[in-house]
């Protein structure tokens, strides 16, 4: 199965770059025949004939030649790993596919550059004890979750403006002593231009976008009454009969932060009328997650214990499209996707 990967990156990166010539050649034709239906003398010279003769020997040759420098460095890539400095060069110019991800490229140039900005890193700063497979598997897994994440950011109508980029970037300037010391620190420590650090950039946006957009969230306020997880029963008795008491008056017509405010014993969200602002799955104790998730919007929660003591929710909003975390949506993604990995690491 991996040969037959090979062989098909192989051919698919000939097909590529043959194509301009065919199509070149389509458009010539065409032009001939629509001379030739004007009446337009179709007479060549014979030094013409003779040159054009020799042209398309070379230009056969040549094509032959291509073709064969694209296995020989194909099979050096796909069967032997390799990764010298002349086949990072061939591969500037040959597509090498490196995956195949719902029918987006990965190239092996991607590979190699996103690579070598690492590898650069651990031996300017001069670590010992790098793991280089696992830094290259975690390459690949990077790239093809960065073409999962660009389809679906179609999906979800979510998007990246060149300000984004840009206003990311004049932070990064301003928090760094200036764009000549940004500049200086992506040439020396990782051989990055700043071309190539805005995309990175760019993919780190659309990432977060997508994390903020994609995954449902829940807006909530609570209430926490303390009985941890080795409180006596005499003390988790006490928590569960205040707690009652505040989720009864709540019921009755109190107002849900007045009561946060005064009786909470969450000391980071009690001042704030306990507002704990949006999460998503995965960000909360489990036991509170599943009540906060599973409260309808604008009603308050029935009683509950989690591991820090006894709790009512209020679900004030909810937004997204996926109830997961991001990381077991995109989890989701690559399994349910299409992915061909060529690149064997």
Do not use: C
Not at 88 to 105: H, L, M, S
Request: proline content about 2%; overall charge positive; aromatic content about 12%.
């Amino acid at each position: 199965m991996d040969k037959i990967k090979m062989i098909l990156g192989i051919f698919w990166a000939f097909l590529r770059r043959v194509g301009f010539y065919f199509k070149l050649g389509y458009i010539k034709i065409v032009s001939l025949i629509k001379k030739t239906r004007r009446g337009e003398a179709m007479e060549i010279h014979p030094l013409v004939g003779k040159y054009a003769s020799i042209l398309f020997r070379l230009v056969f040759v040549l094509t032959i030649l291509v073709f064969v420098a694209e296995i020989a460095f194909g099979v050096g890539i796909y069967k032997y790993k390799k990764s010298d400095s002349t086949t990072k060069a061939f591969a500037r110019y040959i597509p090498f596919p490196a995956a195949v991800v719902q029918g987006r490229i990965v190239t092996m140039n991607d590979y190699f550059k996103n690579l070598a900005y690492i590898e650069q890193f651990y031996s300017k700063t001069q670590q010992s004890g790098v793991d280089l497979a696992a830094i290259r598997t975690k390459v690949i897994a990077q790239l093809i979750d960065n073409e999962l994440l660009a389809s679906q950011a179609k999906k979800y109508n979510v998007t990246v403006t060149d300000a984004d980029v840009e206003n990311a970037y004049s932070e990064v300037v301003t928090q760094n002593g200036g764009e000549a010391e940004v500049q200086k620190v992506l040439n020396d420590l990782y051989g990055l231009s700043i071309r190539d650090f805005k995309q990175l950039i760019s993919d780190q946006l659309l990432e977060q976008k997508l994390t903020d957009a994609v995954p449902v969230q829940v807006h909530a306020q609570h209430i926490l009454i303390r009985a941890d997880q080795n409180a006596d029963a005499a003390t988790v008795a006490a928590a569960k009969a205040k707690i009652d008491k505040i989720y009864a008056d709540v019921n009755a017509g109190a107002d849900f932060s007045d009561q946060a405010k005064k009786l909470s014993e969450d000391t980071g969200s009690a001042s704030n009328g306990g507002d704990l602002g949006f999460f998503a799955r995965g960000q909360m104790d489990t036991d509170f997650e599943n009540a906060a998730f599973s409260t309808p919007v604008v009603q308050v929660s029935a009683p509950f214990r989690s591991q820090f003591g006894w709790h009512i929710v209020k679900v004030l909003e909810k937004k997204g499209f996926v109830d997961l975390s991001f990381d077991n949506w995109l989890a989701s993604l690559r399994k349910d996707s299409i992915i061909f990995q060529l690149l064997k690491v």
